[in-house]
């Protein structure tokens, strides 16, 4: 992990909510991550692991506690607001609706997508160099969206909605990639079509990803980088030589050891599509 | 009784092309940003009073009508400002602005109203001008050339970047922000652009009647509200320039509506209870329409 490769570091992030009351949690607990250029991570934890919220914390949803930096490519912008912050942070959703304007059509949508980072004028915003831009980025996906540009993208399926959303999100390129639990409301066929369809977007523009996931056969199949957080922290860092040939007991394993907590949370292991309890492992 | 009919229908399309103005307005708050603007009543009578005013004094009325455009637009920054930097309900941040106003028009026009009788207004001007003897022909004329302007300039705006950006924030707001767009700046805008246009809807209609009166903008807002919906149900629109349009022809039927149930009798007083009525009914039965159908559906919106 060379200095120079490195595009994003957290340091000594703290998330500390409903502060000073009986209800205070410590969601996320002096976190340190270094993120290298086209890093693919894949977070993995249990529910209240922390893991939206760092997500949260580097969008810039909200800050951090007093003490925390977020460094992109050399520059703290711990302190830029969210939107500001969307020139280096592309995202997608659990939820497909957040990541589109339903009452605005395909091409609208793209556009909307084409402009990040960039001064928004007074120009129209789709003009006919542009619609071949949106044909030949949507094109790949293979659902004839690219056909569709007028189409009001309501009208669109939640998968459809997702796979849009995707090639929104990485259409100007932004420094990294926020995936949160994009795939987990899908059914497993378009979950899967979606997830093609992130490796290919991520492999072939040499993204910087994060990608969160309740799903330990994901997170193994995906992504050079697997992270495991507890309780706010991080448990569990492996990279692609030591995750290569775990299983999902090992990560079981991996994870009981580093926690000093027995593995209780069998949400962790659902699979899309069938349900692997920890008797079956 | 042709006769009749013909100047029935003519008049209710000048008051729908003025009316208009404020329809579209309402439009850009309530339906483009999601923004239930109550400023609106306000901001019309701040036009009118505006307008009046500078005329009265021997402004020229387009000159006139033209600054009560910019005053509206500076209420509908106040009520934005109030919303997205002071974080008060849009809701309520609107109702603030519209009660303040009240005052301020009084102070305005020194008086509850200001009469045009004998100024010269854009009517007069351009019916001297183009030797136009007709009364309903030169408003009309004004009344359309404005209308198509402002359609014109709204349905190339919402369609530039920025358009786009404010159409987005009122859409999914969450994503806007994720795009890089500062949604207080869209909101201001949007919000400002939609009370300039419900200025300009005053100044005109104060001129048409020659006068302004410190009462004229009430119930506004519900007749902008009417006339949305109107359209909206009438032309089911799609796309930018439909919904314009929409606005403008609901604004019509509602005002034509209104034309009718008046020379059949109604009494003027009662025109503002059925206007409400109109808009409870619009309003009640897609909710009434699912219910039926036993769909579920969140509790009403607090805000």
């Given at each position: 992990?060379?200095?120079?490769?490195?595009?994003?570091?957290?340091?000594?992030?703290?998330?500390?909510?409903?502060?000073?009351?009986?209800?205070?949690?410590?969601?996320?607990?002096?976190?340190?991550?270094?993120?290298?250029?086209?890093?693919?991570?894949?977070?993995?934890?249990?529910?209240?692991?922390?893991?939206?919220?760092?997500?949260?914390?580097?969008?810039?949803?909200?800050?951090?506690?007093?003490?925390?930096?977020?460094?992109?490519?050399?520059?703290?912008?711990?302190?830029?607001?969210?939107?500001?912050?969307?020139?280096?942070?592309?995202?997608?959703?659990?939820?497909?609706?957040?990541?589109?304007?339903?009452?605005?059509?395909?091409?609208?949508?793209?556009?909307?997508?084409?402009?990040?980072?960039?001064?928004?004028?007074?120009?129209?915003?789709?003009?006919?160099?542009?619609?071949?831009?949106?044909?030949?980025?949507?094109?790949?996906?293979?659902?004839?969206?690219?056909?569709?540009?007028?189409?009001?993208?309501?009208?669109?399926?939640?998968?459809?909605?997702?796979?849009?959303?995707?090639?929104?999100?990485?259409?100007?390129?932004?420094?990294?990639?926020?995936?949160?639990?994009?795939?987990?409301?899908?059914?497993?066929?378009?979950?899967?079509?979606?997830?093609?369809?992130?490796?290919?977007?991520?492999?072939?523009?040499?993204?910087?990803?994060?990608?969160?996931?309740?799903?330990?056969?994901?997170?193994?199949?995906?992504?050079?980088?697997?992270?495991?957080?507890?309780?706010?922290?991080?448990?569990?860092?492996?990279?692609?030589?030591?995750?290569?040939?775990?299983?999902?007991?090992?990560?079981?394993?991996?994870?009981?050891?580093?926690?000093?907590?027995?593995?209780?949370?069998?949400?962790?292991?659902?699979?899309?599509?069938?349900?692997?309890?920890?008797?079956?492992? | 009784?042709?006769?009749?009919?013909?100047?029935?229908?003519?008049?209710?399309?000048?008051?729908?092309?003025?009316?208009?103005?404020?329809?579209?307005?309402?439009?850009?708050?309530?339906?483009?940003?999601?923004?239930?603007?109550?400023?609106?009543?306000?901001?019309f009578t701040l036009g009118a009073a505006v307008a009046a005013v500078l005329i009265a004094n021997g402004v020229?009325p387009?000159?006139a009508t033209?600054a009560a455009?910019?005053v509206?637009?500076?209420?509908?920054?106040?009520?934005?400002?109030?919303?997205?930097?002071?974080?008060?309900?849009?809701?309520?941040?609107?109702?603030?602005?519209?009660?303040?106003l009240y005052?301020i028009n009084l102070r305005i026009m020194g008086g509850a109203n200001v009469s045009l009788l004998r100024e010269v207004t854009i009517?007069t001007?351009?019916?001297?001008?183009?030797?136009?003897?007709?009364?309903?022909?030169?408003?009309?004329?004004?009344?359309?050339?404005?209308?198509?302007?402002?359609?014109?300039?709204?349905?190339?705006?919402?369609?530039?970047?920025?358009?786009?950006?404010?159409?987005?924030?009122?859409?999914?707001?969450?994503?806007?922000?994720?795009?890089?767009?500062?949604?207080?700046?869209?909101?201001?805008?949007?919000?400002?652009?939609?009370?300039?246009?419900?200025a300009?809807?005053g100044a005109v209609v104060a001129q048409g009647q020659k006068f302004a009166d410190v009462g004229m903008g009430?119930?506004?807002?519900?007749?902008?509200?009417?006339?949305?919906?109107?359209?909206?149900?009438?032309?089911?629109?799609?796309?930018?320039?439909?919904?314009?349009?929409?606005?403008?022809?609901?604004?019509?039927?509602?005002?034509?509506?209104?034309?009718?149930?008046?020379?059949?009798?109604?009494?003027?007083?009662?025109?503002?209870?059925?206007?409400?009525?109109?808009?409870?009914?619009?309003?009640?039965?897609?909710?009434?329409?699912?219910?039926?159908?036993?769909?579920?559906?969140?509790?009403?919106?607090?805000?």
């Amino acid at each position: 992990m060379s200095e120079s490769r490195s595009l994003l570091k957290l340091k000594k992030i703290t998330k500390i909510f409903s502060k000073g009351t009986i209800d205070e949690v410590r969601a996320l607990d002096k976190i340190n991550l270094d993120v290298d250029a086209e890093d693919y991570i894949a977070i993995i934890g249990s529910n209240g692991a922390g893991k939206t919220t760092l997500l949260n914390i580097i969008a810039g949803v909200f800050p951090p506690e007093n003490g925390g930096k977020i460094i992109i490519n050399g520059q703290e912008i711990s302190g830029l607001s969210e939107y500001k912050r969307a020139n280096y942070v592309g995202r997608v959703y659990q939820d497909p609706h957040i990541g589109t304007a339903a009452k605005m059509s395909i091409e609208e949508n793209m556009a909307m997508a084409l402009l990040r980072g960039q001064r928004r004028g007074l120009r129209v915003a789709s003009n006919k160099q542009r619609r071949e831009l949106f044909h030949a980025a949507l094109s790949p996906l293979g659902l004839g969206l690219e056909n569709r540009l007028g189409t009001l993208v309501g009208t669109l399926s939640g998968g459809q909605r997702q796979a849009l959303a995707l090639v929104m999100a990485t259409l100007s390129k932004p420094a990294i990639l926020l995936l949160d639990e994009h795939v987990a409301t899908l059914d497993p066929r378009t979950a899967q079509i979606v997830l093609d369809l992130t490796e290919m977007l991520v492999e072939r523009e040499k993204m910087t990803t994060i990608m969160v996931t309740h799903n330990m056969e994901l997170a193994l199949r995906h992504g050079n980088r697997l992270i495991m957080m507890h309780k706010g922290r991080i448990v569990v860092d492996m990279n692609q030589e030591q995750k290569a040939d775990l299983a999902i007991n090992d990560l079981v394993v991996a994870f009981e050891r580093a926690s000093g907590e027995e593995f209780v949370d069998d949400s962790v292991l659902l699979r899309p599509g069938n349900v692997v309890g920890i008797s079956d492992l | 009784m042709l006769d009749v009919a013909g100047h029935v229908l003519s008049f209710s399309f000048y008051e729908g092309l003025v009316f208009g103005f404020v329809a579209i307005g309402v439009y850009l708050t309530f339906r483009v940003l999601g923004f239930p603007d109550l400023t609106v009543d306000g901001s019309f009578t701040l036009g009118a009073a505006v307008a009046a005013v500078l005329i009265a004094n021997g402004v020229n009325p387009f000159l006139a009508t033209l600054a009560a455009l910019g005053v509206g637009l500076c209420a509908g920054l106040a009520t934005s400002l109030l919303n997205t930097k002071l974080r008060i309900p849009a809701l309520l941040a609107g109702i603030l602005m519209m009660v303040g106003l009240y005052s301020i028009n009084l102070r305005i026009m020194g008086g509850a109203n200001v009469s045009l009788l004998r100024e010269v207004t854009i009517f007069t001007l351009t019916s001297q001008f183009l030797g136009l003897e007709t009364r309903i022909a030169y408003q009309l004329l004004v009344a359309g050339v404005l209308a198509i302007v402002v359609f014109l300039i709204l349905n190339w705006f919402l369609r530039t970047e920025i358009g786009l950006a404010v159409r987005a924030t009122g859409d999914n707001e969450q994503m806007v922000r994720g795009f890089g767009v500062n949604t207080d700046m869209t909101t201001i805008l949007g919000v400002s652009i939609s009370n300039g246009l419900v200025a300009l809807g005053g100044a005109v209609v104060a001129q048409g009647q020659k006068f302004a009166d410190v009462g004229m903008g009430m119930g506004m807002i519900v007749m902008g509200l009417a006339s949305v919906i109107i359209g909206e149900a009438l032309f089911r629109p799609k796309g930018v320039a439909r919904l314009l349009l929409a606005a403008l022809g609901g604004a019509f039927i509602y005002r034509l509506v209104i034309s009718v149930a008046l020379r059949l009798g109604m009494a003027p007083g009662d025109l503002k209870l059925i206007t409400a009525i109109l808009v409870i009914i619009a309003l009640a039965v897609p909710y009434l329409q699912k219910r039926v159908q036993r769909e579920w559906l969140p509790p009403a919106a607090r805000w």
